[in-house]
């Protein structure tokens, strides 16, 4: 009876596996854990990193993604410059050919630095230079607009579980007809 479920399905799973299409990924950069250096005179398609960080000197022609990492650019990424949870440094006369988008974490761009659209920085803080060059918007919400309702919220639970609790004590002590001993 399992081979009858079984057969059938280990044949479909070998017909989808062969016709799967390639990825195309001959000169993208993606690692997970292990550091992405781009050298001076070297280029790559994108740049992918989980839990590492990016140091650009030379070209990313396409976008540099990080999630807990940082991003160190001193050449050109001609696309989007994506971080989470890291921080994106700009050395000068850098340039960002489409959007700078920060999620948690700082932001440093040092002179000249060019960002042809839009630079987002969200819950984070922002350094830059009085030269810089954003084509696009600018949006800046810094990490306090996170943590102060974050901040209140907890404030107000933990109100609420020490009235809770105060309430359970006094009805507790209220069933002893004298105070009880320590």
């Avoid at 950069?29 to 005179?41: C, L, M, S, T, Y």
Wanted: glycine fraction near 8%; charge should be negative.
């Amino acid at each position: 009876m399992m081979t009858r479920i079984l057969l059938p399905l280990c044949l479909l799973a070998a017909t989808l596996l062969s016709c799967a299409a390639p990825a195309r990924a001959d000169r993208d950069a993606v690692q997970f854990g292990v550091n992405i250096h781009v050298p001076k005179d070297a280029t790559v398609q994108d740049a992918v990193c989980f839990f590492c960080s990016v140091q650009v000197d030379g070209d990313v022609n396409g976008d540099v993604v990080v999630f807990f990492g940082n991003v160190r650019l001193n050449g050109n990424a001609h696309h989007d410059v994506v971080n989470f949870f890291g921080t994106v440094t700009a050395e000068p006369n850098a340039t960002i050919g489409d959007d700078l988008v920060k999620f948690f974490g700082a932001v440093r761009l040092g002179n000249n630095v060019h960002i042809s659209k839009d630079m987002v920085v969200m819950f984070g803080s922002l350094h830059e230079a009085s030269t810089v060059i954003v084509g696009g918007d600018h949006v800046y919400f810094p990490i306090w607009i996170f943590l102060a309702p974050l901040l209140l919220l907890i404030l107000i639970v933990m109100g609420i579980v020490s009235g809770l609790r105060g309430w359970q004590h006094r009805r507790r002590m209220a069933g002893y007809p004298f105070p009880p001993l320590p």
